[in-house]
């Protein structure tokens, strides 16, 4: 299994330069949580959001236009010579959700060092309901180790095929001040709790514009 990035983003970029039609399409409305939530994501950052389908990482990158996007994704998803070569084309970074290994914790830390953006599905499955499932905690130890803040985000969910994309933007989380100089397992587990909570506020965001 070849699961490393190219060393490019030329195919990244051409169906992004390609996909202007979807833009359209979609229409993405975008509500932020503050004024903070409105500025631009400079640097190495997480962006997490709920995970309702196969869709999301799609509706992710409308939301969120102007950077590229490294997404966390399963293993199972770089089986076969196609899909390997799909996924690192789109700099996807592989993890193996039930031993999930140093090196992938050395791969994300390394492209958030460099200064670029993580997203992930941090409830690890996809969940039909509206509401969020419990957060796992390996994102929290992600932006500690790299420094980096965490970004919530929340997909509305579409009433029909054709309805317009909505999504939530949270401000950037500190994890390190969160943390408080306490890096043990109890904190990071606050701290994904914390996350959690900050993604129903957006919830009640959306709800509040009727979305």
Same mark, same amino acid.
């Given at each position: 299994? +070849?699961?490393r990035?190219?060393?490019?983003?030329l195919?990244? !970029?051409?169906? *992004? $330069?390609?996909? %202007?039609?979807? &833009?359209?399409?979609?229409?993405?409305?975008?509500?932020?949580?503050?004024?903070?939530?409105?500025?631009?994501i400079?640097?190495?950052?997480?962006?997490?959001?709920n995970h309702?389908?196969?869709?999301d990482p799609v509706?992710?990158?409308?939301?969120?236009?102007?950077?590229?996007?490294?997404?966390?994704?399963t293993?199972?998803?770089?089986?076969?010579?196609f899909?390997?070569?799909?996924?690192?084309?789109?700099?996807?970074?592989?993890?193996?959700?039930? +031993?999930?290994?140093?090196?992938?914790?050395?791969?994300?830390? !390394?492209?958030? *060092? $460099?200064g670029? %953006?993580?997203? &992930?599905?941090?409830?690890?499955?996809?969940?039909?309901?509206?509401d969020?499932?419990?957060?796992?905690?390996?994102?929290?130890?992600?932006?500690?180790?790299?420094e980096?803040?965490?970004?919530?985000?929340?997909?509305?969910?579409?009433k029909?095929?054709?309805?317009r994309l909505?999504?939530?933007?949270?401000?950037p989380?500190d994890?390190?001040?969160?943390?408080?100089?306490?890096?043990?397992?109890?904190?990071?587990?606050?701290?994904?709790?914390l996350?959690e909570?900050?993604?129903?506020?957006?919830?009640?965001?959306a709800?509040?514009?009727?979305?």
């Amino acid at each position: 299994m +070849n699961d490393r990035a190219p060393d490019n983003y030329l195919v990244y !970029d051409f169906v *992004r $330069a390609t996909a %202007l039609p979807g &833009l359209l399409w979609f229409r993405p409305r975008r509500l932020y949580a503050d004024q903070e939530a409105r500025k631009r994501i400079r640097g190495g950052a997480i962006v997490i959001a709920n995970h309702m389908g196969h869709f999301d990482p799609v509706y992710l990158m409308m939301a969120i236009w102007y950077r590229r996007h490294h997404f966390v994704c399963t293993k199972e998803f770089f089986e076969g010579r196609f899909s390997s070569w799909l996924f690192s084309r789109f700099h996807c970074i592989p993890i193996d959700r039930d +031993n999930f290994s140093m090196e992938s914790l050395r791969r994300i830390t !390394d492209e958030l *060092r $460099a200064g670029r %953006l993580v997203s &992930l599905f941090p409830e690890g499955r996809i969940t039909a309901s509206s509401d969020v499932a419990p957060f796992k905690s390996g994102m929290v130890l992600m932006a500690m180790k790299s420094e980096t803040p965490i970004v919530p985000v929340y997909i509305c969910p579409r009433k029909h095929w054709y309805s317009r994309l909505t999504v939530c933007i949270g401000r950037p989380l500190d994890v390190i001040a969160e943390m408080g100089g306490r890096p043990s397992l109890a904190k990071m587990n606050e701290v994904a709790a914390l996350l959690e909570e900050k993604e129903r506020e957006l919830i009640a965001l959306a709800e509040q514009a009727g979305r």
